[in-house]
């Protein structure tokens, strides 16, 4: 990962149990800065990446990656000139949330992260790339493989640490994407547009035949969203 300075860097935070392999179907033309999720907290890995990253920067979080976008934002807003928010839930954790990610952390305990990674596959990918694209799930499970068991665990960790980011959300006041994906499992539509219309000016897209992980089934409409944001001026602090 590279974090040099400059205003225009692009920073791309992965979802539980992806890596930076999430983005690289994307065609942006520009280089990226791609942290992974590392912290068993949203409040660490928020300390984390603001000790890491530049002064000024373009933020994309995708899922968990989002959630903890909407917290960097919420808590260095001058850090963010334009934010893009993808598959994502504003919403803290249920009990039946946290109760599924203990039960994952048990399995995860037990065998290992591409495991776990096959049992949630059908929430990540629509049937139809299960079925036609086994490029696309075999780069799904090899994320988990990278991540690791002890990887996979800390982002299990984060998750029930999630706090409600709507009341925040009204505060951002940077050019703002908001992408879902139609046929979102874990995500539906319905959050997203929930928070289009809490950030002000805020632009909501929301991709046909697509499901959670839009990076890999939708590249192309993808890349084309990120460019058309980045091309939005931005605020000046």
């Known amino acids: 990962m590279s974090a040099n300075e400059g205003p225009d860097r692009l920073v791309l935070l992965p979802?539980?149990?992806?890596?930076?392999?999430?983005?690289?179907?994307?065609?942006?033309?520009?280089e990226t800065i791609t942290p992974y999720l590392e912290e068993p907290s949203v409040e660490g890995e928020v300390d984390r990446l603001l000790s890491l990253l530049p002064d000024r920067f373009d933020l994309v979080g995708l899922s968990l990656g989002a959630v903890?976008?909407?917290?960097?934002?919420r808590r260095s807003p001058e850090r963010v000139s334009r934010l893009c928010v993808m598959s994502t839930n504003p919403y803290g954790p249920t009990d039946r949330q946290r109760q599924g990610w203990a039960a994952q952390r048990r399995e995860l305990a037990g065998g290992s992260a591409r495991s776990l990674q096959a049992s949630l596959l059908p929430s990540l990918l629509s049937p139809r790339v299960l079925a036609e694209r086994s490029d696309l799930v075999e780069l799904t499970l090899g994320m988990a493989d990278a991540l690791g068991s002890d990887g996979y665990d800390r982002q299990l960790q984060l998750q029930s640490t999630r706090v409600d980011e709507r009341p925040g959300l009204a505060a951002i006041h940077c050019p703002t994407l908001v992408v879902a994906a139609a046929d979102d499992r874990l995500c539906p539509?319905?959050?997203?547009?929930?928070?289009?219309q809490l950030v002000p000016g805020a632009t909501l897209a929301v991709l046909p035949d697509c499901a959670h992980l839009s990076p890999l089934e939708r590249p192309?409409?993808?890349?084309?969203?990120?460019?058309?944001?980045?091309?939005?001026?931005?605020?000046?602090?």
């Not at 903890?68 to 934002?73: D, I």
């Not at 539509?189 to 289009?196: D, F, G, L, P, S």
């Open 15 to 30: 979802g539980m149990g992806c890596t930076a392999a999430l983005w690289s179907r994307l065609d942006l033309g520009i």
């Open 68 to 73: 903890v976008a909407m917290a960097l934002v």
């Open 220 to 237: 192309d409409r993808v890349a084309a969203l990120l460019r058309a944001w980045r091309r939005s001026p931005k605020l000046e602090r």
């Open 189 to 196: 539509v319905t959050r997203h547009t929930e928070i289009a």
